[in-house]
């Protein structure tokens, strides 16, 4: 995260921004689309899962911390997305 | 004893184990009147039973708070109170105040009682736990004003803790919202609204930081850990509490006649109101196994942790049990309700207050650090009685209610509301009988005071230089 | 130092502060409970949820998670500055992703104005009464966290940290991170999944 600062190559943490808003652009085409159904919500779910991860191993700095604490954090994201995940499903049917 | 003027904390310390019995003692009639209907009657109805056990417990946990406050903030501060004249006069306007009222309960019909203090020209009396006449609560307002102005120019010039200043904001708010009383709309939906905001923003609100910062006090005295670490976890604690709980008044909201929105806010606010109650219960435990002394006070240090495992119990768990809306419902009004109502009072209000009293009488009375062993065997023993008893209090409530909810609400063919008050009294009885050994115990609480044994442990300069 | 140097490479304390990450975990543990309370309810009701969600402005939801993942892009640059010793450059930083908090305020604020325009409010229906309670809940901690920056702007202004002592550095972006993560998840379960 915290390359030389005459290091040409690109920052970590910018290359983290990039991959954030990429997802993000992504998320919003479906979003405009306005396209329903399990395909495009497990797609979108799984994009923000993604996003979150990568919030909290690069943005929060929790890549080099305990393995307690990313397990903790990843635990978060993945209960949250399959509970939304099958609160989804439930409306479906 | 660092300070001469924490001397005044002392009456107050004793007004509030005097009325905690008479508090008792009410809670014992009412207990019998919820069998034997007409117990005493027509000398103590019902109705005046409940206000003055529950008024009572309201008033002595005020003593409480403030003895805690006049004994903790100038050592806190480093410097005397800036008034121990003012603090003392009024603690003997607050008594005498709240010696009338409850006189006025006992032998004056409640409606001649409204008119005879003038309840015409600003009504505010009939609602629960705020019974008391309109200059009662005038009283009790200049009291606070008083209180504060004496507490907040001893922090002003001294040295500023986050434990007195959280104690401090916890103070201010609970004065700000019993302005609240004074507010009684004719709508009853915003009359019930607006007296949320005196009862449960006084209980799960600004009494929370009262209670977190005297636990925070006596944990800092009595484990020698590093004050740092202590007010961290003060302001976690508090920070939490304030975002539970604030929001979390909406669980009172249901079916009131507030808007819809209350039902998910109370529900999801509140269902974690048992997260600052289990973190205070953390912190306790982890304070004292990482002690740096051993503390001659063995019983204060049995009170601080009895505080924190039955604050969760009490206003954590039993609380949940019926906070959300679906479930509450069913439980609305119900045992359910006393039974949390009893356990959570007991284990933050009365246990936080008896922590500060175990804490700091020893220093009042004797100049000593600690009592001498046989009064803190007997306090002890005072401890486990009142705390067992007030579990199986709870238990047989909780019993009582899942009962009565089945029979009268949840069932096919509900039964009526006496039927069924009839069909739970096995239930009554033996809250009863606990209640006795409850009573037991306050009584051996008392006696501990009253025992003599071998000399205290005197306060040297060395012992005091510790504790500071 | 041999002993800070083993620790970093077994496994570091977390950044900041350890109070806040208590914090920090006690936030995302309400934020979850409504993500839930939130997708269950659209799960018994689901055509009123996809009908209202047509008319939010999913637009200016975009644009904000841009925002925000920037604010907090910007205060990840500003903690590596301070830890090569350049408070300065740290403060612009912490400024920048300030100025950012801002936007995404007024955006929001003028979101806000649309729907209560439009005679929205929180009894219009279950849908609104979340919508308008999560983000104005998310709101608040947006406009705390600016709170929390602008204090350590400040401090670092002042010449307050440097590369030995920058724990409120990472402490606030810790807490700045957490109110950005919470709005990704937001933004995805109000915005756009229907």
Known sequence: MSAPKNDSSMRPCTRAWLVLLGLTLFTYGIGSMSVGGIAATGVVLLATLLKGQVVVDHFMGLRHVRLFWRVLMFSYLAVVGVAIAIAYVLGVN | MHFKSQAVAKPYFIAAIGLFVGQILFGLILGLQYVVGDFLFPAIPFNVARMVHTNLLIVWLLFGFMGAAYYLV????????????????????????????????????????????????????????LEQPT??????????????YNIGMTVLKGRKTVVSLVLLTGLVGLAVLFLFAFYNPINLVKDKYYWWWVVHLWVEGVWELILGAILAFVLIRITGVDREVIEKWLYVIVAMALITGIVGTGHHYYWIGTPEYWQWWGSIFSALEPIPFFMMTVFAFNMVNRRRREHPNKAATLWALGTAVMAFLGAGVWGFLHTLSPVNYYTHGSQITAAHGHMAFYGAYVLINLTIISYAMPHLRHNAPAANGRAQVLEMWAFWLMTISMVFITLFLTAAGILQVWLQRAAETPLPYMVVQDKVALFYWLREITGLVFFVGLVLYVASFFVKGKAHVPETKAARAATA | MSVTAER???????????????????????????????????????ELFNASQLLLDRQAGAVNTVVLITSSYFVVRAVAAIKENHARLCANWVGAA??????????????????????????????????????????????????????????????????????????AGSYWHMVDLVWLILFALVYVIR
């Not at chain 3, 979340?130 to 709170?147: A, Q, R």
């Not at chain 3, 602008?150 to 002592?165: C, E, P, Q, T």
Request: aromatic share 14%; no cysteine; charged share 15%.
């Open chain 2, 74 to 129: 100038p050592e806190e501060a480093e410097t005397e109170l800036h008034s121990p004249k003012l603090a003392l006069v009024l603690f003997w306007v607050f008594l005498v105040a709240g010696a009338l009222t409850i006189l006025g309960y006992l032998l004056v019909p409640y409606a001649s009682l409204a008119k005879m203090t003038g309840n015409d020209l600003l009504p505010t009396m009939g609602r629960e736990f």
């Open chain 3, 98 to 171: 300030i100025g950012l908090g801002g936007v995404f305020v007024v955006i929001k604020l003028a979101e806000f104005h649309a729907k209560f325009a439009a005679g929205i409010t929180l009894s219009t229906n279950t849908f609104y009464m979340f919508y308008l309670s999560l983000t104005f809940f998310h709101f608040m901690h947006v406009l705390l966290g600016m709170v929390i920056l602008a204090a350590v702007m400040l401090k670092a202004r002042r010449g307050g940290y440097d590369a030995a002592n920058h724990t409120g550095v990472e402490t």
């Open chain 3, 8 to 46: 970093v490479e077994h496994g570091r304390a977390l950044p900041g502060d350890f109070a806040i990450w208590v914090f920090i975990l006690a936030e995302l543990l309400v934020f979850g409970l409504f993500f839930l309370a939130y997708a269950f309810a659209r799960s018994r009701n689901v």
């Open chain 2, 135 to 148: 200059i009662t609560k005038a009283g009790i307002v200049i009291v606070a004003l008083g209180f504060l």
